[in-house]
């Protein structure tokens, strides 16, 4: 079955810090742009990070999440990771992982074709 399975999501007081894993299944992300999405309740969907699937690697941030998130990729996992640190009560959020081949990453990147994960719930609270 062809999909992206994310985990990490939880509970996390303002400050703290958690780490979310895609991986991906009967496919290779090698030649794939991935990255994350999030939505807030009554917000559209927008895009977090992500990351090229060519050697350069070239990767994206929203401004409200540049300094405190950094999105990684580890092909031999078959594996993209977005390390959230510094969270913030506005990251509350179902965060999304998503790959598209032969994509470019940036702030338009909305992925027509390839995979979405289920979601993962990020709730940043005290």
């Known amino acids: 079955q062809l999909q992206l399975v994310e985990s990490g999501g939880g509970l996390v007081q303002p400050g703290g810090s958690l780490r979310l894993s895609c991986a991906a299944s009967g496919f290779t992300l090698d030649d794939y742009t991935r990255g994350w999405f999030r939505q807030a309740p009554g917000k559209e969907r927008e895009v977090v990070s992500c990351i090229d699937g060519n050697n350069d690697a070239r990767t994206y941030y929203a401004d409200s999440v540049k300094g405190r998130f950094t999105i990684s990729r580890d092909n031999a996992k078959n594996t993209v990771y977005l390390q959230m640190n510094n969270l913030k009560p506005e990251d509350t959020a179902v965060y999304y992982c998503?790959?598209?081949?032969?994509?470019?990453?940036?702030?338009?990147?909305?992925?027509?074709?390839?995979?979405w994960g289920q979601g993962t719930q990020v709730t940043v609270s005290s």
């Open positions: 998503a790959a598209e081949p032969l994509s470019r990453c940036g702030s338009s990147w909305h992925p027509t074709v390839g995979y």
